[in-house]
């Protein structure tokens, strides 16, 4: 073989994508030192020296980097098979790897270096960026050519007639369902009894009394002695409320009291989820799938910790799952009218339970109202009842109530950082008509020091409860014209905000525990209340165990992978692309809705390494999405080679 045909050759070219896809996974992006990269040059100026700084920033084992070598050129040989003949496919799975390469870069760049413009600072570090964004490139459009490939072929049996999959048959199969996840959860729901508590859990459960618990400080008081405010949801703490007050009407205890708060919150988790698994099993036609996310609900250690969390996270989660669930059930239909009445409900509870559940449903219907054209109007009612459903909740009930809404502050996460990050770099900048601006809406003098990279709210809580409206609009004015002064200073502070919702990285879950012991003693510090977690032996001696596991999951590769919030966006992301491939208009709104969750979450107040509560809802959806993109096709729904393709 001449040298023209090897170069041609499909192994050469797999080696090359190996060697750069290695090249990228192993790159370390810091600088390399002069005196270690060109010991030993006589003349370090020629290209010798900038080449031997590239070979220095290599860091893997030789061993580790051989067999890496060797399974990915295994991988690209069999993606010469794989051929996708519609362009419009390929460029949408191009694009899709490439704005996951650029996550990928960017988020190691903050995560590890906390440093967004380290690869641009120099001919070697550019080329170091250019090697691992191709080798990253390679990497993700080639899985993507892999899924899309074995998407649009003929399915193989599912297994769905094993004996183990008759569970979803029985006239039980739901009680079963939950019974068993319940079975799988109770050695959470006894080790961390009474409940498991966090850092809203303090002031849901002093609103639930009326006591003063510092949340209300952040507005303006519409009624003199009223400490409930609609900063956790009023819905929430009025079901806590009245649990607490029963229980305590019958002699109970504090801690019996909340713990039927968390015990009710779990059977109804457990009904959605065995809804969730029987609607995979029967609906969408994949019993194994149906049957790997009951494991995945029964064994992921969030899923029972979230279960018994005395938060509105749950119940939120929960409804967004059934929505999802109830919208593809309803366009599914021989009469999709019918189903219009649940959306509807469904619809107002998420609007309630939470805040950004109002944008997250307008987002969604609107879509359905544009693929569902000829039912435009029916959507546009369910639309309307959604905006009305929260308008007169917030501009009437709630001020009838003598209950405030929550603070502005809660939507401005994203400028507050901005203006903090400038204020902290570039503070001598800022002019005095600019300062007077920001020190009526934000604490001026300590903005710099309080700034955080991965958190608003330190910012946040430093927002003028009674800044006007025209002050707010000032300050925005001045903010706005800030950022054509330091515009790199803009983007860093929303990537270094929002990063790990791209970027995997490991989250702690061994935190929940320790933060359920403090925020435990934080509800019980003036005195109010005696909660307490069990300290017997037994209770210890679970807890422990259930620690140990906790750290299994965090330290085992694969498994570890699936405490990142990251992995979940991305399920999101690629169930959304995949089923735009089929034009699946059906699948397309659940997913939809998950994605317009995650854009609210990237106008939040935190980034997702802190912890992953902002997004599970999409952990608890995952195996319903992917079920229903993975689900069984009929030739005839392909549309690959169409006409319009």
Not at 303 to 308: G, N, R, S, T
Not at 552 to 570: C, D, E, F, K
Request: aromatic share 14%; charged share 15%.
């Amino acid at each position: 073989m001449n040298g023209k045909k090897l170069i041609k050759s499909k192994l050469f070219k797999s080696v090359l994508k190996a060697v750069i896809t290695v090249a990228a996974l192993t790159m370390d992006y810091s600088l390399v030192a002069d005196d270690t990269a060109l010991f030993g040059y006589t003349n370090p100026e020629t290209l010798f020296g900038p080449l031997s700084k590239l070979f220095y920033a290599l860091e893997a084992p030789s061993i580790a980097a051989l067999m890496l070598t060797g399974f990915l050129t295994l991988f690209y040989l069999r993606l010469h098979d794989v051929k996708i003949q519609s362009q419009r496919t390929m460029s949408g799975i191009w694009g899709l790897a490439f704005f996951a390469a650029v996550c990928a870069v960017t988020g190691k760049l903050l995560y590890n270096y906390n440093d967004i413009w380290l690869l641009t600072r120099g001919t070697v570090q550019v080329l170091k960026g250019l090697i691992v964004l191709g080798g990253l490139f390679l990497l993700f459009s080639g899985v993507l050519q892999i899924a899309v490939f074995a998407l649009l072929r003929p399915c193989a049996q599912n297994g769905n007639d094993s004996r183990i999959m008759r569970i979803f048959d029985n006239r039980y199969s739901f009680a079963m369902i939950a019974a068993l996840l319940f079975a799988a959860w109770l050695p959470v729901i006894t080790a961390y009894y009474p409940a498991v508590f966090m850092g809203d859990s303090e002031d849901i459960i002093y609103m639930a009394y009326n006591y003063p618990s510092g949340i209300e400080t952040t507005v303006l008081p519409l009624k003199e002695g009223c400490y409930v405010t609609n900063h956790h949801p009023v819905l929430y703490t009025g079901y806590v409320s009245l649990l607490l007050h029963a229980v305590k009407l019958f002699g109970g205890s504090n801690n019996l009291g909340i713990f039927c708060c968390a015990l009710v919150q779990c059977l109804l988790t457990l009904c959605v989820l065995a809804y969730s698994c029987l609607y995979c099993a029967n609906n969408l036609g994949n019993k194994r799938l149906a049957f790997a996310g009951m494991c995945f609900y029964a064994l992921f250690p969030l899923m029972p910790k979230y279960a018994i969390m005395i938060s509105k996270d749950t119940f939120f989660a929960d409804l967004l799952l059934l929505w999802a669930i109830l919208m593809h059930k309803a366009v599914n239909a021989a009469d999709i009218r019918k189903n219009m009445a649940a959306l509807a409900a469904v619809s107002a509870a998420i609007v309630l339970i939470r805040k950004n559940g109002v944008y997250i449903m307008i987002l969604t219907l609107i879509l359905a109202a544009a693929l569902y054209r000829h039912l435009w109007k029916r959507w546009l009612w369910v639309l309307f009842a959604v905006v009305a459903v929260n308008g007169v909740y917030s501009n009437i009930v709630l001020p009838a109530a003598g209950i405030p809404d929550g603070s502005v502050r809660e939507m401005l996460s994203v400028p507050f950082q901005q203006t903090a990050r400038y204020v902290k770099y570039h503070g001598d900048e800022v002019t005095q008509e600019e300062r007077r601006a920001i020190e009526k809406v934000l604490d001026y003098q300590n903005l710099g020091s309080l700034y955080s990279e991965n958190l608003s709210d330190p910012v946040k809580r430093t927002y003028n409860k009674a800044a006007s409206g025209d002050e707010l609009t000032d300050y925005l004015a001045v903010w706005f014209r800030m950022f054509f002064k330091h515009p790199t200073e803009y983007a860093a502070a929303f990537l270094n905000n929002y990063y790990g919702y791209f970027y995997p990285v490991v989250n702690d879950t061994m935190k929940i525990a320790r933060t359920s012991v403090g925020s435990m003693a934080n509800v019980n510090r003036d005195g109010y209340f005696d909660f307490s977690h069990c300290y017997g032996r037994f209770h210890t001696g679970l807890r422990d165990l259930l620690t140990f596991c906790d750290l299994l999951w965090m330290r085992i590769p694969v498994l570890n992978i699936m405490m990142t919030s990251a992995l979940y966006v991305w399920i999101v992301l690629t169930a959304f692309f995949l089923n735009g491939i089929r034009h699946d208009r059906a699948a397309a709104l659940p997913v939809f809705m998950y994605i317009a969750l995650i854009l609210t979450v990237l106008v939040g107040p935190s980034n997702a390494i802190n912890y992953e509560r902002y997004i599970f809802p999409c952990i608890m959806g995952m195996p319903f999405l992917v079920t229903l993109t993975l689900r069984e096709m009929k030739q005839t729904a392909i549309l690959e080679g169409r006409k319009n393709a």
